[in-house]
């Protein structure tokens, strides 16, 4: 009935090529005997994974958590957080910054002999200037257990940080993407919040999605949608609701926006195409809605974002 690409039909993908991840970095971090550490918020998306021991990750407004050999760790919005042994310790407090800009290894603890526990930490960086897409998608902590391939991924990250070598930007920009795939891939069988991961591991709305996704622009109703779906109307419209958080327009509406703020920010393509790419009839009806949406009319925010540009060279 709706024909689509399989590559624009994979609404995961579309979040990445959102975000534009274009580095990840990483460092050893090890701790021996008793000893805990006190992180301030850093803001940004941070990963660790655990490669020998174990220790306590207790992130502010969340229960702690014990975390060992071959776990994953990513906090989207990376809050204020301890990490410690399991045995009480006074704790050292540190600023995530001048950590993040220091690729020695870091010993928690006792400084001298062989380590309790090994971790390798980091952080992605992302050029859109809109990465809290990440921080709506998943939840505040993603804690993914003895995943080999996250484990493999991240190890080759730690590999590419710890030296310059030939071609490491590009590769380390695509480990960040597979990094991030594979976390959010990991938050659709039900521990994300409601939200597109919650709405992709329904066998039912995963392929309404996909078809919002492949053809955003088209003029969907809940009817189309609800049959791609197999369930009637108000099953469609009730199941969308719970498991992604917002109704079926609202979420196109949303996703309608994040798209034409991209393509504002190429700066190739003129209102008029933008509108008629993402579904509007004109491109008055569509400043009003980008304008309602973001708070400001599209000509005005294509201006801001290439200012901003000619600002950082």
Known sequence: MFSQSPAASDPLSEVVRLLRPHAAFASIISGKGNWAVRYSAYGFPSFCIMLDGSCLLSVDGHEPVA???????????????????????????????????????????????APDMRS???????????????????????????????????DMVGQESSGDKPGSEYVLSRLAELLLVEAMRSCTTGNAPPGLLRGLGDARLAPALASMHAQVGHPWTIEQLARIAALSRSSFFERFNRLVGTAPMDYLLVW????ARDLLRANELSVSEIAERIGYGSSSAFSVAFSRHVGQPPSAYANAQSSLRIGLY
Request: hydrophobic share 45%; glycine share 6%.
């Open 120 to 154: 390798l930490g980091g952080a992605f960086l992302f050029d859109c200037p809109d990465a809290s897409l990440l921080v709506s998608l998943l939840p505040s902590i993603v804690h993914v257990r003895d995943s080999a391939r996250l484990r493999l991924l991240v």
């Open 256 to 259: 309608r926006m994040q798209i």
């Open 67 to 113: 975390i060992g050999a071959g776990d994953f760790i990513l906090l989207p919005a990376t809050p204020a957080f301890t990490i410690s042994s399991f045995a009480p310790a006074p704790p050292v407090f540190l600023d995530p910054d001048k950590v993040a800009n220091d690729r020695r290894e870091l010993r928690y603890g006792e400084q001298d002999g």
